[in-house]
C-alpha cells in the first residue's frame, strides 16, 4: 500500500514572499500521479497541481511550482508571491495509474495548515 | 454548469442509528469516489462507483455500502454507527476509471455520531 508523509503540521509566510510545503510518499509503483490540493475553511478540495510521474518536468501552474524527485520519492509545492488567499489545508496525494480494474482511490497525506501574515 | 453537490450539509445521529448521504457528480462525470476525513486528518478513501457497480474499495468495513443510480449519482450508506464514523464525507467525481482523470470534490457532509 502507498502512503503520504507531510511532515510540517503548520507553515507560517508573509505575504509576498514564498514558501515551500513538504511531502514524500512510499510507493512500489512506477507509474502513478501526484497531486497538491487546497482546502479552504469552506471545506471543498480544490486541485492546485498535478505530476505524472513518467514526466521529468516539474509542472507549474501560475505562482505554484513543483519539485519532484522520483528517486527520492520527494514532491514539494513551491508558492511564489504568497497571497492571503492561500491560506488553507495544502494536501499532497498519490494516486495510481489505471489498471484495468479502475485506478485506486486517492491517498492523501494529513495535510499542512498555511498561514498567511499580512 | 454545477459542480458536485452534497446533501445534507449537516446530520446528527445517534450512535447505532443508520445514514444516508447524497452526491450528484459534475456534470459529464459518470464515475464518483467517496473519502471520509477525520478532524485533523487527510481524507481517505471509501469506494469508487462505475456503471452502478462498486469498482473500488479502501479499508472500511461492510457497515459501509453505497449505490449509484443510472443517472450516475450516489448514496452512501452507514449502518450501526459509531462514534468513530464522526467525520466530513466527501465525495469527488471524475469522468472515468482512470488515474489522470481529476477528481472534482463537493463540499461535504459534515456527520457527527452522538
Known amino acids: 500500500a502507498q502512503t503520504v508523509t507531510q511532515s510540517q503540521p503548520e507553515m507560517s509566510v508573509q505575504e509576498a514572499e514564498t514558501v515551500t510545503l513538504s511531502c514524500t510518499y512510499d510507493?512500489?509503483?512506477?507509474?502513478?500521479?501526484l497531486f497538491w490540493y487546497k482546502q479552504p475553511p469552506s471545506r471543498q478540495m480544490i486541485l492546485v497541481i498535478r505530476?505524472?510521474?513518467?514526466?521529468?518536468q516539474n509542472a507549474t501552474e501560475n505562482r505554484f511550482s513543483v519539485n519532484f524527485q522520483k528517486a527520492a520519492k520527494s514532491f514539494s509545492l513551491k508558492i511564489s508571491d504568497s497571497q492571503l488567499g492561500d491560506a488553507a489545508m495544502y494536501f499532497c496525494?498519490?494516486?495510481?495509474?489505471?489498471?484495468?480494474?479502475?485506478?485506486?482511490?486517492?491517498?492523501f497525506g494529513k495535510g499542512t495548515h498555511l498561514i498567511i501574515q499580512p | 454548469d454545477a459542480g458536485v453537490t452534497q446533501s445534507p450539509t449537516h446530520l446528527i445521529k445517534t450512535r447505532g442509528q443508520q445514514v444516508t448521504l447524497r452526491c450528484s457528480p459534475k456534470?459529464?462525470?459518470?464515475?464518483v469516489s467517496w473519502y471520509q476525513q477525520a478532524l485533523g486528518q487527510g481524507p481517505q478513501f471509501i469506494f469508487q462507483?462505475?456503471?452502478?457497480?462498486?469498482?473500488q474499495r479502501g479499508n472500511f468495513p461492510d457497515r459501509f455500502s453505497g449505490h449509484q443510480f443510472p443517472n450516475y449519482s450516489s448514496e452512501l450508506n452507514v449502518n450501526a454507527l459509531l462514534l468513530g464514523d464522526s467525520a466530513l464525507y466527501l465525495c469527488?467525481?471524475?469522468?472515468?476509471?482512470?488515474?489522470?482523470?481529476?477528481?472534482?470534490f463537493g463540499p461535504g457532509t459534515r456527520l457527527t455520531v452522538t
Open positions: 510507493t512500489s509503483e512506477s507509474d502513478y500521479y
Open positions: 462507483y462505475y456503471e452502478e457497480e462498486e469498482r
Open positions: 456534470s459529464g462525470h459518470d464515475t
Open positions: 505530476q505524472e510521474a513518467y514526466k521529468q
Open positions: 469527488a467525481s471524475s469522468p472515468g476509471l482512470a488515474g489522470s482523470y481529476e477528481q472534482y
Open positions: 496525494a498519490y494516486r495510481s495509474m489505471y489498471s484495468g480494474g479502475g485506478a485506486d482511490g486517492l491517498t
